[in-house]
């Protein structure tokens, strides 16, 4: 159950690193939606290792094959596969920690939960598993492509560590994807990867935040009571790897306004119903209201350092731990596309959601 | 499908308002459970309006009847229905509201997605839809107490505005109880009830952070991958009306440390596995570890303010609204309850299903 | 969530026989349906003891209060809730059965289930629990009159016992409804209520067919694989008390064909696809094809017998016992509105989900 | 959503027959059961085409490939995704039914769905489907024999058209394996046997019933109202392809018997309560009793025949149609082991939700 995320564009993933491969299956994809492979691949590659000199060296070519619901370039209205071969194990790098916890990793408490784990590569807690999240968010987006043609949803990198980009007014795909962190500011690119690149070659890491924006979802999407939109959303984000927080509109700053000053008065353009402000993050009462919805995700700094660090054994013996193996000296600039993903994950069910229950 | 929350202890809430009643069905209670209306009675009485000089003084009994479900103060295993009828509507106060939408409020959005409304005293998005939480909680307060005999949740005032609330080493229900803004240091809440009193007479209002630890989860609840414990508790305090922002552990704060400062060592203390700091919040990888759970919910100032504001009506004219009425100036002394009910329901649906698929 | 059913337009009911009352709650209804408490009451009226002579003298109205979800006769698109007080309990005719175990009821079951059972007229188990689920079939006959104005489901007693009915080409709902035990052939109905009186002034009961024709639902509706249109009328059916059986089109019978004499040709008239036959019973593939659905449903005879029988008690002890109280003797004339109450249920929650995966 | 199954231990299916492959992914198995790649292939071998003169002579080996969630034989608790490539797929056969609907098959009401079709071999309502069912049984049969090590299900065919076999007292695995239609009478599989090559030569098709004895399922597993064993039994039997009805205990001829000839009296045995006879066929209100669950389900004759029917065009021509291609003339020997694999699926997940919900 727990690896199954939506109520009508259902996506279950499997797969551990180090096993054969990592997958998801898409269950409730509306029928004739263009899609092809080069749709999945594309996300999966922002997503991939290797992809820049920032991120983990691990070589893996992530290549997806669609193994079902896809006929001829369109969907079929029945169950997506999707399967990514794992290529790069080395579980010999994994043989110390086999016995030694790491710390703030999963492995102590999927010790306690199940009583036996896939050591290699952290099994069903490695980030692999985000492979078929993005993959199953390439095909949500193009359902809403199709569905909502103003769509469009930007994540980038908001801070890494205490380096804070500022955000243009011309905000695009395009200045994100210019530069390897992710970022919409150039210049703090600059030294956002000045700064990975140093913490990594101390054996260290760093965290930050990644700011979305989403733009071109209607007014009425969301749900009231428990599933309202920003609810979705947060257990959407704080269900990917690494997150530690989660905030929308005004978030945490908010509780520093007063109502008054908090409130987004309502005024009428071109005969929609605007908001002047955006405290609300775009959302009202769980639902859309047209207006950008705006949030932010803290992840933490990546759990793997290569020093020694005291832990314990699944013996329970104290020990130490120097951590091996090929790692994210900070998980961020891969976590976009994981962030948009889950977006058009949680935006698409809603739509679909909508469909189901509007009146007539 | 909305109204409903949980795997296994599934609860669903119903009822308006200003409708005949508001309500809740809990399915999927283990019997045999210890439960009398006093036990849900209490925790409503915490919620209930009218119960201190700084809430609405808005007079509701808010009396829980138990209709179904339980017998002879036991559980029976099956559904447990809950209902409190309405008995302070006064509709004449909405009046205006009928057609201007009020700022950051979900009128608008319920318009846009339903088409039509419940407007007076804001229907099904009002706070008292919370009433069916708490009761359902109260419940699972009781399956917890009987399961987890160590298991204690206290959720608090940790700021309210820029009034930040200092928190003991002897933190307890009776030091949170013992104001009635309900934090957990009594000089701040003095200056706390000063705050809301005043803002309340300027017709403004104010919101603030409740933080809350949840104390005597053993290690292995929660699921990898979706339902991870941090996600489902993300998404249950996001779908509490107000709420703007969640974070566990080191939160936010954390992206500004580095991973080996951030990282949580393990030492084994008395047979147990236990970690140093408490970055982790108690949860890795979506699985608690034994140690104190802590989150923080960002809640904004309450949209209601009796003062004037631009507008438009649901007709697409501008217009101004000075809400009347009777409203909380800070919604945080009653939120607690609900944080406390929403943790009892989280934690109680992922203790059943490790329950069901542990190995033996 | 065992007294939860649906997807999208999703029910739960909850009530013991002998408590408080009985009642559901539907989530999932879309808005602007109209809807007053005279269409429930309607079928409730149908379904209720006392109607007639061959069904059982217990005196209760149960009259049903709309306690959400609907304002000036609309639904408003959030959960109604329906309740119904209990008013005629008697307890004490259920003390000698409070031990001793009743031959083909649930009462060991519960037992060996829950280890508590609420004893005094069933609890949980009694067909009081459908009240709630004919509510509910009233509120999506409303959704499907609003949105399929040709649907219309005619359920009747086929068979009691060994009378077989005989099925008129002119079918309608004033024929069912002109006689008490709701057959479609007015001379089988006289045999059928003698048959009825009889058994049941020998403390003895009887079971048999009801059958059910829908009409009016298009082609397309129902999912492939598990969700079915008939896998979900089999389970709505083998979910009513007392049930045995379930069979669509061809049913059993059609077991004894070969495939040639099995298979329903197509032609087309006026524009449509139709089939010659239908022994697909109105599905192909899950799906319906636009022809009548047809099934049966077989109902085994009243357990509860006002005769001697050998059991045991909750001690294990063997013991005999003579059932005391007011039971039908024939529980279909009362099943006829709860299979077509089912059948509403099944009908809009694929017709909800259809719209929700269509193409565009 | 339509592809998945279960609440606890949830399959989801996917793959079309002449697509790259079919499969299953298996969420929610506990861990640390023992599971081979053997394990799931013998059921799969009872099930693949090819295996006797009595079925379809396609060739494929169906080769299982276990993709995740299994670690040197052992279950991890996490997600089980099982692959099986298609290897005989041979589209030209399928030229002339792009254009005509099959009678009795899917086609149509998948167009009339859809708007769109995997044409060639039937896409997604092909029996090829049901390899990730079967697999997924071998799965839950797994943690059947670690949990309920009495459980022990055994289906066989009953009839086929009118040949009717004898069951045994003896009935076992053995007697049911020694004979390619897999009955329990020898000398009944014989006459069978020749009634499938007789039609089979003749272009036709025949059906029959599966009878299904389930023993060692303890008293206590079943949901009471909607997700009765039987209600649950009965909605995975009418999901598989071809069937007609399902029958449970005393079924359809259960209505010819009064109440006091149809009651299971209690006894006791060895401390044990038990029925002297098994009308209920093991079930009462939906939760097993502890005797032999024991059911029936319709299986209609194979509706491809080769020989030519009239029907439709997708442009909507009435023409004729001869289908070509390798099928079945009887489902019934490959249906056995769907039938046990069902079964498995649907005890495995009650027992499950009993763990999660049993009262300690």
């Known amino acids: 159950m727990s690896s199954s995320l939506g109520t009508l564009f259902r996506i279950s993933t ?28 594309r996300e999966l590659d922002r997503r991939r290792p290797g992809q820049s000199k920032i991120v983990t060296p691990r ?3 992530d290549a997806a094959e669609i193994l079902s ?37 999963a492995d102590y408490t999927y010790d306690a939960k199940y009583g036996i784990r896939a050591v290699s590569g952290g099994g069903r807690s490695s980030a692999r598993e985000t492979i078929g999240r993005v993959a199953a968010g390439a095909i949500a987006r193009q359902v809403l492509r199709h ?9 980038y990198v908001k801070t890494i560590h205490d380096i ?29 990867i000045e700064l990975i690149e140093k913490v990594r070659s101390e054996g260290n890491s760093v ?4 700011e979305c924006v989403v733009r071109g979802v209607p007014a009425g999407l969301g749900e009231p009571v428990f599933d309202k939109l920003e609810a979705d959303l947060a257990k959407a984000m704080l269900s990917l790897p690494a997150t530690k927080g989660f ?63 005291k832990t314990v054994t699944n013996d329970g013996q104290e020990t130490t731990l120097s951590a091996r193996g090929r790692h994210d000296a900070c998980v961020l600039p891969r976590a976009v596309p994981m962030v948009e993903a889950m977006v058009h994950l949680v935006i698409v069910d809603h739509l679909l959601r909508q469909r189901a229950c509007s009146g007539s």
Not at 83 to 101: G, H, I, K, L
Request: proline share 6%.
């Open 247 to 309: 905030e929308i509109g005004s978030g945490f700053a908010g509780t520093l306004m007063t109502g008054l000053e908090h409130n987004d008065e309502f005024y009428m353009e071109a005969g929609t119903v605007r908001t002047r402000t955006n405290r609300s993050g775009g959302i009202q009462g769980g639902i859309s209201n047209g207006e950008d919805i705006v949030f932010r995700v803290a992840f933490k700094p990546t759990a793997t350092v290569l020093r020694e660090q």
């Open 147 to 155: 569905s909502l043609p103003r769509y469009e949803c930007l994540a």
């Open 69 to 105: 619901g896809v006929l001829e370039g369109q969907t079929l209205g029945t169950p997506i596969g999707i399967f990514v071969r794992n290529t790069d194990q080395r579980p010999s790098a994994y043989t110390e920690m086999q016995q030694a916890y790491r710390p703030s990793h």
């Open 164 to 192: 804070v980009a500022k955000v243009p007014d011309s905000l695009s795909a395009e200045n994100i994807e210019s530069n390897i962190v992710r970022t919409c500011d150039a210049a703090a690119a600059v030294r956002m």
């Open 207 to 210: 965290g930050g935040v990644v």
């Open 14 to 41: 499997w797969g551990e690193s180090h096993g054969p491969g990592v997958g998801v299956v898409v269950d409730g994809c509306p029928p004739r939606i263009p899609l092809s492979v080069e749709d999945i691949q």
């Open 59 to 61: 070589k893996e070519d």
